[in-house]
Structure formats: structure tokens, C-alpha cells
């Protein structure tokens, strides 16, 4: 069993990369792949740079050279739900394209033509075994719904409502959706964890940068813990 990482920013890899036993690296398509051991379980990590088609092109780069089992897209994300603290953890049962709009022709917010949904659903088993890594390791708090991409940086609390208005998202980001479109394509299963950076409103410019670093850190604990896990389940 391979499992693969993707985080947008190396600061969301940069812990699992060190990690890493036995590892070699190979570059696709201008990303950089790093293959080996972490916690004794096969795995294949890559920063694949911020936005939804770098996203993509990691996720399906991902796929034909290594074929994962599942794919996790690991990182920060701004808090949709009031009860978030920074550093608390959303996990993704399914994520949505919030500035996917064909709505002038008839089509629901959100829809993807060919795969024709809104909400992609992540691997609930996967999900599951996220929610329980964070209770394990403690003191973070997790909390499961929609999670929302898009290629904007959400700073505003009239962007902020529309996403919760048209997809009830618990969280937003610029990756997560468009690494579960490519995984959908290809049947492979996948996930998503994001740590909380800010609140995706009108502090989300200053909170960000001065909480990024820590929530990384928490999201990265999380999956350590779920590697173990996966390790005696697999």
C-alpha cells in the first residue's frame, strides 16, 4: 500500500518530508515527488504550490507515476463554523468547488460537468480514521463536513457567508476540491484534513501569517498519528 500526501505550501510537507526514511525524489511537471518510509508506511509527498490546477497537476502526476492507494491533501484552511479555534482541525466528508459557476445555463452552484456533481465524497473510512488521530493525540478539536476551495484567498465576510450560504462548508481553502476532482476521474480514494489559520473574514490578512506555521504543525500531527493507524489497518 502507497499513500500519497499533498500539501499546497512546503511548510505543510516540510515535517513528513524530514520524516522520511529511505527516501528519493524525482521531479514531474515541475514538482518535486519524495518517496519512502514515514512511520513505516509507504508513502509519496509533494508541495504541489497554491491554487487548484497546481493542485491537479500534482494529484493526477501523482497517480500515473505512482498509483497511491489514497490520497491525502494535508494543510491550513479558513474556519467557516464560529466554534473553530485556531489550530482545529476540519475534516472533509465531502469538498466542493465554490467558484465552479455555471449557473446562467441552468446548472446548480457548484456543478462539475462530466463528473456531474457538487459535493465530491471523500473516502469515509479514511474520514473516520482522521476524526480519531486527532482525538488521539489531544487537545485539538475536530469537526466533519464540507470543506470548500477555491482559487481566491477568503478575506471578506461577504465571501465568507456566500460560501456558507450556497454549500454549507465548515471550511475553506484553494486545493483540497480540485485534488478530489482529479481522484474521482481516476476511482482513487481520498481525504482531506485542514488545520484552521484564520477565521476567512476581514482579520484573515494578519491571523494568517502569524498562525499558518502552528496550524501546519497541528495538521501534520494528525496525519503522523493517522500513518500509525493506517499501519495497523492496512
Do not use: W
Amino acid at each position: 500500500m502507497l499513500i500519497g500526501i499533498i500539501g499546497a505550501m512546503e511548510l505543510e510537507v516540510q515535517a513528513l518530508k524530514e520524516l522520511m526514511e529511505d527516501s528519493g525524489i524525482e521531479r514531474i511537471s515541475g514538482i518535486d515527488f519524495f518517496k519512502g518510509a514515514v512511520n513505516g508506511v509507504d508513502t509519496v509527498v509533494a508541495a504541489a504550490g497554491v491554487g487548484k490546477v497546481n493542485a491537479a497537476v500534482c494529484a493526477q502526476a501523482m497517480i500515473l507515476k505512482y498509483s497511491p492507494s489514497l490520497i491525502i491533501n494535508v494543510g491550513v484552511a479558513g474556519g467557516l463554523c464560529d466554534t473553530f479555534k485556531i489550530g482545529d482541525i476540519a475534516v472533509a466528508d465531502y469538498v466542493v468547488e465554490h467558484d465552479m459557476d455555471t449557473t446562467p445555463i441552468g446548472d446548480e452552484k457548484g456543478f462539475i460537468s462530466g463528473i456531474n456533481m457538487v459535493k465530491m465524497p471523500c473516502d469515509r473510512v479514511i474520514a473516520d480514521m482522521m476524526v480519531s488521530a486527532v482525538n488521539k493525540v489531544g487537545k485539538i478539536k475536530a469537526q466533519r463536513g464540507i470543506i470548500a476551495s477555491g482559487d481566491q484567498f477568503i478575506s471578506t465576510q461577504a465571501q465568507r457567508d456566500a460560501i456558507i450560504r450556497d454549500f454549507g462548508a465548515i471550511a475553506a481553502e484553494m486545493e483540497g476540491a480540485s485534488i478530489g476532482h482529479v481522484c474521482v476521474m481516476n476511482n482513487t480514494p481520498f481525504g482531506v484534513l485542514r488545520a484552521i489559520s484564520d477565521g476567512a473574514n476581514d482579520d484573515s490578512p494578519m491571523d494568517y501569517p502569524e498562525f499558518a506555521k502552528m496550524a501546519a504543525a497541528n495538521s501534520v500531527k494528525i496525519i503522523l498519528e493517522l500513518l500509525e493507524s493506517i499501519k495497523g489497518v492496512y
